[in-house]
């Protein structure tokens, strides 16, 4: 099969024929017909992350966004066959574990992420291990495109809406409009809420506008607590950091109004090497919530993809284009600038 592999940190990827995947005796392989380049392939390739133990060994494939078509199954798999059109959590979970019992399975004791854990999808065909438990049935309204879109960046948005409690009315305070910001505005105005976007840059900020919200700020040229709590008549009910730096960190938690909670989904560069100063008096004082949000647990994916397939949620919006596999180099050289708008695709191998 084609595919592209992450040979060595900062060095450009290598498009090359390798062996096609066959499936163990729980796993399926399906065709890539969409994946999304996400700036997790590009934290893995800049070698990111080393801190929470998210290395991958090298070569690899990255990739973790897809959607396709199952081409194989191994001997135990029950609930998938041949020709059936998926998708998949980037967090794949075991299924037998505490918290995949619990209804968990984003905090899976036993997880693995596609493109880290094994080769991901940047190829024509990608292994799917424990498939009955992993695998996410598509509805007919659903293409691979839009599954890809909805794969890491737009389910990540949604789980960390949930995971603030965001209710109709709530001012939520959305610190980055990149792809899980924005796709954290799209569901938080769904819902409901009052969103204020957050970014450095003009034309993120008015894609913001066009995903529901009802106010922004330049941080570049605002002092953002001030202006969040100006906006929002005393500061935000949920803040969510979609980015993971530290300014953005504390611009999040100083804009919460007393009793708010801040959302962490963004995880931290290597200039925080995930250790941020927060202001924790403030937390007291104020009877702040500081969460973490992770993925999308697999159970939400019902919700999630019917909203999706109603037309009520759009992660297509948020394509900015679709691209070839031998195009990932110059994707991660634009996410390298902050160069790139929305989501890009590969959508021909
Ligand atoms: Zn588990
Ligand atoms: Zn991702």
């Known amino acids: 099969m084609k595919a592209v592999r992450i040979v060595a940190t900062r060095q450009p990827l290598v498009f090359e024929d390798l062996p096609d995947p066959t499936p163990g005796p729980d796993d399926a392989v399906v065709r890539v017909q969409a994946t999304g380049i996400c700036r997790s392939d590009w934290h893995a390739w800049m070698g990111d992350w080393t801190w929470i133990g998210l290395a991958p060994t090298l070569p690899i494939v990255p990739g973790h966004e897809f959607g396709g078509e199952v081409v194989a199954v191994g001997a135990n798999v029950r609930e998938f066959a041949v020709g059936d059109r998926v998708t ?72 960390g809406v949930m995971r603030g409690g965001v209710r109709p009315g709530h001012w939520v305070a959305v610190q980055g409009a990149g792809g899980v910001g924005l796709s954290a505005i799209q569901v938080a105005a769904a819902v409901g809420a009052q969103v204020v976007a957050v970014d450095i840059d003009d034309a ?23 202006a969040v709590r100006e906006i929002t008549g005393g500061g935000a009910h949920v803040g969510i950091d979609a980015l993971g730096i530290r300014e953005t960190i504390l611009n999040s938690i100083l804009s919460l109004r007393k009793g708010g909670r801040h959302v962490q989904i963004g995880l931290t560069t290597a200039a925080e090497g995930g250790m ?29 993809l019917s909203l999706v397939a109603a037309g009520r949620l759009r992660p297509r919006n948020l394509v900015e ?29």
């Open 88 to 159: 998949v959590p980037f967090h794949n979970a075991c299924g037998h574990c505490a918290y995949c019992r619990a209804g968990s399975p984003n905090l899976c004791a036993n997880t693995g992420i596609y493109g880290f854990s094994w080769d991901g999808s940047f190829a024509e065909y990608v292994r799917v291990p424990h498939a009955d438990f992993n695998l996410i049935r598509l509805p007919d309204t659903v293409d691979a495109l839009t599954a890809a879109a909805m794969g890491c960046r737009y389910m990540t948005g949604y789980h």
């Open 204 to 226: 993120k900020l008015d894609k913001a506008r066009e995903e529901g919200a009802v106010a922004v700020v330049n941080a570049r040229r605002a002092n953002v607590p001030e």
């Open 276 to 304: 941020v100063a927060v202001p924790i008096d403030a937390v007291t004082a104020m009877e702040l919530e500081i969460v973490g949000s992770l993925g999308n647990p697999h159970p939400a994916y019902d919700g999630l």
């Open 321 to 349: 284009r679709e691209v070839g596999l031998e195009d990932v180099n110059a994707v991660f050289a634009a996410m390298t600038e902050f160069q790139t708008r929305g989501f890009n695709v590969v959508t021909r191998f």
